[in-house]
């Protein structure tokens, strides 16, 4: 009667030794599976055995799955995770442009507007005759009120003189306009001085860089302007983000091509449950 007792016993607990044991569920689909929030109130160890605790990983490092069958193992990523209270980047928008701007060369005048304030708009003449440079129109949208916008601009500039032996000046601006306000400016010039050896040829490399604040949730469309302020001689060659002859032998457009780099850095928050 004991060995028939025993045996029952045995074959009782090597059952529930294999079963499958479900937390919320009288279903389990697994060894043990949980059907609700679990909490973990320490560390979470893989690869473990009959005689091993497992792995806990170490700081910073994310659980990958190794496939059906085997075990997951931790690994370190080269990426850095978004922490609460920090700028982060969340995207870069890149654009290039090789036609750039041949409407402010010889002949055409400065507008003689020499000061520009953040809000001007750019189809109001009286603030300067802008010329945009189509090809670095951008547009994106921002999700957070609280955020950082970094523009950086880079052209080149050229200019020749009508004589090689006589020195010539443009004084020009650029300028970053967000849904057709200006944001940022930068006024420059550009200058040959005897320049016989390039023909009176004289070649520039402008840049803006600028950082916005707090730019308003929604659609932002980027565009960047240009204009001639004032010239010492209006049959001068002037232009911006290209060169002033198709075969000069000494730029092109490649050489001088305009380039906008925006940068969209957002505060990070996240929401309790």
């Known amino acids: 009667m004991k060995k028939i007792i025993y045996c029952f016993a045995a074959g009782f607990l ?4 294999n079963a499958q044991v479900g937390i919320g569920t ?5 060894m043990l599976d949980v059907n609700g929030k679990p909490t973990l109130r320490k560390e979470l160890r893989v690869g473990g055995t009959s005689t091993d605790a497992g792995n806990a990983g170490l700081n910073g490092q994310v659980l990958v799955s190794q496939g059906e069958g085997s075990a997951p193992v931790w690994k370190s990523l080269n990426v850095s995770f978004m ?3 920090q700028y982060k980047l969340i995207n870069s928008y890149l654009s290039s442009d090789q ?3 041949k409407d402010l060369s010889n002949g055409v005048a400065g507008d003689n507007v020499n000061k ?3 809000g001007d708009d750019i189809t109001d003449t009286s603030k300067g005759k802008w010329v945009k440079i189509t090809g670095l129109a951008n547009s994106f949208e921002i999700k957070n009120g609280k955020n950082r916008l ?3 601009f880079q052209t080149g500039v050229e200019m020749k003189a009508p004589r090689a032996a006589t020195p010539q000046n443009v004084r020009f601006v650029c300028g970053v306009f967000r849904n057709g306000k200006l944001v940022a400016v930068r006024p420059d010039r550009i ?4 320049n016989t050896e390039k023909s009176g040829l004289m070649d520039y490399i402008f840049t803006l860089s600028y950082t916005e604040l707090n730019v308003p949730v929604g659609v932002q469309n980027l565009e960047i302007a240009c204009r001639k302020i004032s010239t010492s001689n209006s049959l001068s060659q002037f232009t911006i983000g290209r ?3 198709d075969s000069n032998g000494a730029s092109n457009a490649f050489t001088l091509e305009s380039t906008m780099k925006i940068d969209v850095i957002e505060y990070v928050t996240y929401k309790s449950n």
């Open 14 to 17: 090597s059952y529930y030794a």
């Open 26 to 30: 009288s279903k389990p689909k697994s």
């Open 83 to 85: 922490e609460e209270g």
């Open 99 to 101: 036609i750039g701007i």
């Open 116 to 118: 520009n304030s953040v």
């Open 150 to 152: 970094t523009y950086q």
């Open 191 to 194: 200058a040959t001085n005897n």
């Open 243 to 245: 060169d002033v002859e």
